[in-house]
């Protein structure tokens, strides 16, 4: 049984910093890409970065590129998103996924998602 379980979410001030983590648990973590989404209320879940199994090609969404990096540690089995220079528009709960996709923008090619951890930034 897949497991993604993430943490690291909060309240912030703007300009300020977070990092997201995602254990995964259930089936061998380098054999799929993965990946961070978000949710704002009354939106459509994002994409927001991507990271390909063994952590060699990264993708971002044009709204986080040069504020957010994406990581990967295979030995732990865990996903990372270093967040920085939030902004109050990053506001959401942000979801882990796990893809068989080695890297991939698109909801529908997501096989199993976290539950989600809550992002707030004040201004």
């Known amino acids: 049984q897949v497991q993604l379980v993430e943490s690291g979410g909060g309240l912030v001030q703007a300009g300020g910093s977070l990092r997201l983590s995602c254990a995964a648990s259930g089936r061998t973590f380098t054999g799929y890409g993965m990946g961070w989404f978000r949710q704002a209320p009354g939106k459509e879940r994002e994409f927001v970065a991507a990271?390909?199994?063994?952590?060699?090609?990264?993708q971002y969404a044009d709204s986080v590129k040069g504020r957010f990096t994406v990581s990967r540690d295979n030995t732990k089995n865990t996903l990372y998103l270093q967040m920085n220079r939030l902004i109050p528009d990053d506001t959401a709960v942000y979801f882990c996924?796990?893809?068989?996709?080695?890297?991939?923008?698109?909801?529908?090619?997501?096989?199993?998602w976290g539950q989600g951890t809550q992002v707030t930034v004040s201004p």
């Open positions: 990271i390909s199994p063994i952590g060699s090609m990264t």
């Open positions: 996924a796990q893809s068989l996709y080695p890297l991939t923008e698109k909801s529908a090619q997501v096989d199993y």
